[in-house]
């Protein structure tokens, strides 16, 4: 069964793609280490209260995020046989939760009715093949570009996640939004244990050491419990108190062990939002929920199938079209289950790097997700350190390929450029992809090369101005 040239490994195409079980098995745990931390930060995005002082409950979300992207997961790499993890999306979680959930009528079941909307209208795209087309409408240099985009952000995450590169407040006399460490000094054990990540990484990938990034996680997990048990040095916020020098979102701990509670699955109200908000409103909260899921996706698809070197001579991904129904499908599970849109997660980057070219390695992901509902305790003992020094080595790899854009067009290389700052310096890859689009569209137009344009560019480029514009429409409307 698992050997080269059974029908397993002829169905997932291992030995086809160059691949071997051992690898997909290894790139199938890197993923799960490297994304593992949404069981545990969903929850607390999650965790405020609604219009009516409800909430969703931390055991709750973080069980139920567990079970749906363990499944979506699966059926991402038995169907559509790509090393695609999926996972909550950090961006339309954060703005469900500080935007919608915070307006006034709405309860959780209204919200997530809103996202589960727009997934079902996601899907319809995708079925019509809506989404496949502006997929293939995409010049190459834009897709390049997004997979430099991509790269450049998650080794920002990395970065950030570790606490190597933290926010300044916004406050009189501030000039850069980030720094090195707290106050442009690096502070405490956690930083020193990405740093000895980061570098042990480093030296087996260039000794060519099979499962470096896997290896890199398992020894940095084992020197933060170690920290952590001889010196307590605590999470860097524990619901009161800030500690700079402590672990960026939870301390290396166990806890204790239990059955799962998945009894937020079918929760959502579809039509609730309708009814509080007024039609209007509700579209546009829709909307951008919508645009958000529908281009966060497909870049990270993008980004990730070339890094995997899925991608055929023409550029076109294998199954794509399977690939977006089941991402479609995310959003839809995850409004469904409250527990927000899930989404191809660009921390699979971490897998393919581990050699993982296969639907096999999602399956391992998959079922690692759907024990993390009952070994949480082992989840949490993964801090974000262990696993930042794994996505800045995947971000470098992906950021190599900025070679292949033709920076002597300019029509190309200027929305090329704006694509892959704008991805990490916003924190959204939605956004970055809206600026290329819309620059593109404009520069060729100026080029006096307008028909090499794509009719459906237009089209994306048009939303897009509508997406960024949101907050004048709503003026305009008197949306608040």
């Known amino acids: 069964m698992f050997k080269a040239g059974s029908a397993l490994d002829r169905y997932f195409k291992i030995s086809e793609r160059g691949s071997s079980y051992s690898r997909e098995i290894r790139g199938g745990f890197a993923t799960f280490f490297a994304m593992s931390y949404i069981v545990v930060l969903n929850p607390l995005i999650l965790s405020g209260k609604d219009a009516n002082g409800d909430i969703l ?8 995020t567990a079970f749906v992207a363990g499944v979506l997961t699966i059926v991402m790499g038995a169907w559509a046989k790509h090393p695609f993890a999926l996972a909550t999306g950090l961006g339309v979680n954060a703005f469900v939760a500080v935007t919608i959930a915070t307006t006034p009528g709405l309860a959780w079941p209204d919200v997530m009715g809103l996202v589960l909307l727009s997934g ?13 087309a502006v997929f293939k409408a995409v010049p190459e240099g834009l897709k390049t570009a997004i997979v430099v985009g991509i790269g450049l952000f998650i080794a920002l995450i990395g970065l950030v996640n570790a606490g190597f590169v933290r926010r300044i407040p916004d406050v009189a006399g501030t000039t850069v939004p980030v720094g090195l460490g707290f106050d442009g000094k690096l502070l405490g054990w956690p930083t020193l244990v990405f740093v ?3 570098l042990l990484t480093v030296v087996l990938l260039v000794r060519k050491v099979k499962g470096a990034i896997l290896i890199g996680i398992i020894a940095s997990t084992v020197l933060s419990v170690i920290l952590e048990y001889t010196l307590h040095i605590g999470p860097s916020f524990d619901g009161k108190n800030h500690n700079p020098a402590g672990w960026s979102l939870v301390a290396p701990h166990f806890t ?8 937020l699955i079918g929760k959502a109200n579809p039509v609730g939002a309708f009814q509080h908000m007024g039609t209007i409103a509700a579209l546009l909260m829709a909307f951008v929920i919508l645009l958000s899921i529908f281009f966060d996706a497909m870049g990270t698809m993008v980004g990730l199938a070339n890094e995997a070197g899925n991608v055929d001579e023409n550029g ?3 199954n794509v ?3 977006l129904i089941v991402d479609a499908f995310g959003a839809i599970a995850g409004g469904g289950s409250s527990v927000s849109s899930n989404q191809i997660f660009v921390e699979s980057g971490a897998g393919i790097a581990e050699g993982a070219r296969t639907g096999f390695a999602s399956i391992v992901t998959g079922l690692l997700l759907l024990a993390s509902m009952f070994l949480t305790p082992l989840i949490n003992l993964v801090p974000f ?13 992906m950021v190599s390929q900025v070679s292949r854009i ?4 300019w029509g190309i290389a200027i929305p090329a450029f704006l694509t892959f700052t704008l991805m990490p310096f916003t924190y959204s890859i939605a956004n970055g992809l809206g600026a290329g689009f819309i620059a593109y569209v404009v520069l060729r137009s100026a080029q006096g090369r307008a028909k090499e344009v794509h009719p459906l560019l237009w089209v994306v480029a048009a939303a897009f101005v509508l997406f960024f514009g949101i907050g004048v429409i709503e003026q305009v409307l008197g949306v608040k």
């Open 196 to 198: 000895f990540g980061l």
């Open 406 to 409: 033709d920076w002597s067009d």
């Open 57 to 64: 409950g931390f055991t709750s979300v973080a069980a139920v």
């Open 385 to 397: 350190e262990a696993v930042a020094p794994a996505l800045v080595v995947v971000g470098f790899m």
């Open 120 to 132: 079902l209208t996601m899907m319809v795209l995708v079925l019509t093949g809506f989404r496949t």
């Open 256 to 263: 204790e062990w239990g059955l799962p509670d998945l009894s």
């Open 321 to 323: 079209d399977r690939v």
């Open 316 to 318: 076109e991904i294998p």
